[in-house]
């Protein structure tokens, strides 16, 4: 688990990217390391920096921040009492550009994943992020793993890309240590599954043995959306994992990018402002060590398929 870094030199030499380089970095971000562009490979022309820069959302607690769809090319989460249209059309074209350019540059980067993405969202993130008055499962100085409630993944990773567009501040994160270990070692034993459990059933125990209580799935979400989810909440609201479990802190310099698996690499930001973050979700058969996805280590843990 580390930082992996990826100068500008070795990006614009000339060579078209190997298919083995690919796979490479693909299996690094799969055994969790962070792929890290100190200068980011992301044009964003300087007239779209200096607009998101001037932006400042009013109400810290109505939004986390600004996500933008790019499926259908809408925007949410912006403060509509104080922004004019015009504004509006002008974020949505940025962000439209942002989302375009990231695709098109991990197209090649991350060559074995692209046929078998789906595109989510991005965001913007014009607030300061130390200091923050957000719920307890909001907060995002808290070390955890990324699950989305209203968007189960069944299986697929959640792979994001990260610019931090402050001008002179570094963006500061702590991460931990990958998934696999971090479960065996924060969900007790009795995680076992019994011999003829059923995805549910599995998923029942492994709830009550990290205790969380037992594990209701919902019709929309598989056991694996729901125990990540439990998971993300359990992380967040366990005083001991916050405080015992192994930190290594990153900060990323104004100017860089970064990406990660931020399913498996439990991560926290605890200070800076003004981001922009692509997400993908990419799909298990996609992997290219797909037995080191968490699906497969949790399928292990339960004995029983989970999606
Ligand atoms: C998060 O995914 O927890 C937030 C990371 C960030 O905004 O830097
Ligand atoms: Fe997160």
Redo the contacts with the bound molecule.
């Keep these: 688990m580390g930082l992996v870094t990826i100068t500008r030199e070795s990006l614009v030499d000339g060579r078209p990217l190997s298919e083995e380089r690919a796979r490479a970095w693909c299996a690094q971000l799969e055994a969790g390391d962070i792929l890290y562009f100190p200068e980011t490979p992301i044009a964003i022309p300087n007239d779209d920096l200096a607009f998101l820069l001037g932006q400042q959302q009013t109400d810290s607690s109505l939004h986390k921040?600004i996500a933008y769809k790019p499926i259908i090319d809408k925007l949410s989460g912006v403060d509509t009492k104080t922004a004019d249209a015009a504004a509006v059309s002008r974020l949505q074209s940025i962000m439209r550009k942002y989302s375009q350019t990231v695709v098109k540059f991990l197209t090649e980067f991350l060559s074995p994943y692209h046929a078998n993405w789906k595109l989510d969202y991005a965001?913007f993130?014009p607030q300061e992020?130390q200091g923050r008055d957000l719920s307890l499962r909001r907060r995002?100085d808290l070390l955890?793993t990324?699950a989305f409630p209203t968007r189960p993944t069944h299986g697929a990773r959640i792979l994001?890309f990260?610019n931090n567009i402050h001008p002179t501040r570094t963006?500061d994160?702590v991460v931990g240590d990958p998934f696999a270990k971090m479960v065996h070692e924060f969900a007790p034993k009795e995680i076992a599954p019994e011999p003829d459990s059923a995805g549910s059933r599995a998923m029942k125990s492994l709830g009550r043995a990290v205790g969380l209580g037992a594990a209701i799935p919902s019709l929309k979400r598989s056991p694996y959306d729901d125990f990540m989810m439990r998971f993300h909440n359990f992380l967040k609201e366990n005083p001991r994992f916050q405080s015992e479990s192994p930190k290594y802190p990153w900060n990323f310099p104004a100017g860089s990018s970064w990406m990660v698996y931020?399913d498996t690499v439990p991560?926290?930001?605890l200070a800076?402002q003004y981001?922009l973050?692509q997400t993908f979700l990419v799909s298990p058969e996609a992997l290219v060590a797909p037995e080191t996805s968490p699906l497969k280590v949790l399928e292990g843990i339960a004995g029983a398929p989970l999606v």
Excluded: I, Y
């Design positions: 921040n965001s993130r992020e995002n955890h990324d994001r990260f963006r994160w931020t991560h926290a930001v800076g981001a973050e």
